[in-house]
């Protein structure tokens, strides 16, 4: 079956920079737009940075400038470097994808399973 699996989270000064990653796995034909969002204790989850199959990029206000999302086809994974981090980035950050398993016509949404990332002195 299709997963996504999140890694690179973890606890960082203010100020201090992440790397996240998010590797597809199974039976996949072909994915499309990937992106990370991320869900703070007693808020919604919040759209962070999108990309699609070519490149194209697209970031949350909050985030803009200091993260940068980027993909590596080959390996079915998304990135996000976080730099100039702040507390207020502190959340669990999932990463989605668009995916067509190989099995069948239809495309789906699919999520992993969330990477804290807690950002404090």
């Known amino acids: 079956q299709v997963q996504l699996v999140e890694s690179g989270g973890g606890l960082v000064q203010p100020g201090g920079s992440l790397r996240l990653s998010c590797a597809a796995s199974?039976?996949?034909?072909?994915?499309?737009?990937m992106g990370w969002h991320r869900q703070a204790p007693g808020k919604q989850r919040e759209l962070v940075a999108t990309?699609?199959?070519?490149?194209?990029?697209n970031y949350a206000d909050s985030v803009k400038g200091r993260f940068t999302i980027s993909r590596d086809n080959a390996k079915n994974t998304v990135y996000l470097q976080m730099n100039s981090l702040r507390t207020e980035d502190t959340a669990l950050y999932y990463c989605?994808?668009?995916?067509?398993?190989?099995?069948?016509?239809?495309?789906?949404?699919?999520w992993g399973q969330g990477t804290q990332v807690t950002v404090s002195s």
């Open positions: 199974g039976s996949i034909f072909s994915i499309n737009a």
């Open positions: 990309i699609t199959s070519g490149g194209s990029t």
């Open positions: 989605n994808a668009e995916i067509k398993p190989y099995r069948f016509r239809s495309w789906g949404d699919y």
